[in-house]
């Protein structure tokens, strides 16, 4: 009776080491998105990137939320982005193109956002390719709809950043204080434009993630 026993959970447990894992081509495979789906509020929960600053930035940026409305063309949205950098609120305002689910900045520089897997039902996980001149970044981001989510999405994203052999991600503290709504807007091309074309500052923040990465990490 106890060798049957005994066969019985070598079964099980063969059984369940056997169950297959999401391999990357399935965690980063686009999923499909409607231009509706997009509006409305999202909170940036964390994220990782390559961009210079990024890491270093992430000790002083406090929160991030895009609020994404329709425009007149059915293809274009507008993105009202605010920040919350040292204690200091700002705001940019910016259009995009939204098409099969993908979005597009064409000018002043070309950014490419699809959109990945995720069990959460209020998740956006963005993924997304900027170029600029010569240089090329890449970002892996999550937005919710809820200031907290559970640990699975969070150890998810992390998967999905290995697959992309980025560091893992950063996450906010959802605690928090949001910036207002009625934030002062500035235009969001030209500014995020005038960051990726300054080289000085790509020399000064990557060596400031360095230091980031040496001392927090």
Same mark, same amino acid.
């Given at each position: 009776m106890r060798m049957k026993c005994f066969v019985v959970f070598l079964g099980l447990l063969s059984a369940g080491c056997s169950a297959p894992l999401l391999s990357c081509d399935a965690l980063l495979e686009p999923i499909s998105v409607s231009n509706e789906q997009m509006l409305g509020r999202w909170l940036y929960i964390g994220g990782s990137s390559d961009l210079p600053g990024s890491r270093s930035l %992430? &000790? &002083?940026?406090?929160?991030?939320? &895009?609020? /994404?409305? #329709? +425009?007149?063309?059915?293809?274009?949205?507008? /993105?009202?982005? #605010?920040?919350? /950098?040292? %204690?200091?609120?700002?705001? &940019?305002?910016?259009?995009? +193109?939204m098409e099969n689910s993908t979005m597009l900045i064409e000018h002043p520089f070309y950014l490419k956002e699809v959109y990945l897997k995720t069990d959460c039902s209020d998740c956006l996980v963005v993924y997304e390719e900027v170029n600029s001149t010569q240089d090329s970044f890449k970002s892996l981001m999550l937005f919710s709809r809820q200031r907290n989510i559970s640990p699975a999405d969070i150890e998810l994203l992390r998967k999905q950043a290995k697959c992309l052999q980025m560091p893992s991600p950063l996450m906010m503290d959802p605690n928090n204080e949001l910036c207002p709504d009625d934030t002062e807007s500035s235009d969001g091309l030209v500014a995020l434009n005038s960051l990726l074309e300054s080289k000085m500052a790509h020399r000064v923040a990557r060596l400031l993630d360095k230091l980031f990465d040496f001392f927090v990490n």
């Open positions: %992430g &000790l &002083l940026m406090n929160n991030i939320w &895009l609020d /994404i409305s #329709a +425009t007149s063309r059915s293809n274009v949205l507008n /993105i009202v982005q #605010a920040q919350r /950098i040292y %204690g200091k609120c700002s705001s &940019l305002t910016y259009n995009v +193109t």
